[in-house]
């Protein structure tokens, strides 16, 4: 059975008798551009799935309830774009909820010294952001290791056969040493995008899903990045999202290009891309090489992400673990813009940090966004919440 979103700008799902096939496009409607480029009109996706068998996800386009917790406030919707999301706060016995006005920018920013080393010690006045070279007011601010949605997407292509167990287990290493309170869900890609596991904390059931392997085809990266953001924010219960791409190669497949893919993210305000490049052996200097660093650097600069190239498969264990560090010595800040959330278009954003008894300090944050008007982000609440 096909089910498709009628909405313009949307996920197309493919429910067949095996894992789910997704994809997502742009809105053409949309004019306004990523900084790179314009963002053009994403083709119509293929009407061809070709079935697997591991198991049957639910469809992606369909909104359905997270898992029960105890706590009931627990499960109010916290996904960006529910006007409940917002400034993270910690509550009794670990426990964190969201709270945020509809129109609060709020940025997840890693700090940095000359040498690369973390900087944990800084205060709400160390820094100062602006927006389209305006000043701003910070609102919110915390810093603590507080549990992250994530995605993680697996190149499933005929040239990863040989790299997948050194993956996988890299991956399953990243998730033990990340908070215990994260969930995650499983994307293996190659011509097609599948959802082989659903959001969850089980590490037995994250194994399962990235055994599902079918190396063949090409690499429709892009397609796989847009739709599982649209997964993070239709589905996701943490306030804080990520999404962690590991492929060895350059998109070949995909109905989008790269700045619609960026521009989709960042239409989302979503999450925070950290790449893996695989992109050693001898074409490591080619020019397949050379566009697969310039993607993966850029998907990663433009949502506050990082981007690692390892020189061989035995670094990989040790690229997730820094992987996992850095999303969890993260500063989030909220403001309230300048601008009114009716206002179209591109904003780009600033975040730098001074402070005593440090030098020159490195703020790592999203570019900008594109921002949300509130009858939008009261629409969606209202379609997320009817039974």
Known sequence: MRLCSSLALSSVLLLIPGPVALWAQSSSAQSSAAPSSAAQSA????????????????PLDVDRDPIESPDAADNEPISPGHPNG?????????????????????????????????????????????????????VSFQHSDIPVSMGILVDNSGSMRDKRAAVNAAALDLVRASN??????????????????????????????????????????????AASADQLAQGARRPKQVLLIITDG?????????????????????????SIGLLFGEDAHGGEAHRARRALQLLSDETGGMAFFPKSLADVDSVAAEVARDIRNQYT????????????????????????????????????????????AAHKASVADTP
């Open 250 to 274: 350059e998109d070949n497949a995909s109905s989008l290009d790269l700045e619609q893919t960026i521009h989709r993210v960042q239409d989302l305000q979503g999450p925070v891309i950290y």
């Open 333 to 376: 800040i909220g403001y309230h813009s300048t601008k009114p959330m009716s206002q179209g278009g591109y904003r780009v954003v600033r975040v730098d940090a001074r402070a005593p008894h440090h030098g020159k300090l490195f703020v790592r944050t999203r570019s900008g966004y594109y921002p949300k008007a509130e009858s939008q």
């Open 43 to 58: 083709p119509a996706p293929p009407a061809h799935v070709s079935p697997q068998t591991p198991e049957t996800q639910p």
């Open 86 to 138: 917002g400034q993270v706060v910690q509550r009794d016995r670990g426990v964190y909820t969201l709270r945020r006005n509809v129109d609060e920018v709020v940025l997840n920013c890693t700090v940095v010294d000359p040498d690369g080393h973390l900087v944990n010690d800084l205060a709400q006045d160390d820094f100062h952001v602006s927006e389209d070279n305006v000043p701003q007011n910070i």
């Open 180 to 225: 215990p309170g994260d969930e995650a869900f499983i994307v293996n890609f190659s011509d097609e995008a599948f959802l082989d596991q659903d959001f969850t904390s089980d590490i037995n059931k994250l194994r399962q899903g990235l055994a599902h392997i079918e190396s063949r085809g090409g690499t429709a990266l892009y397609d796989a990045v």
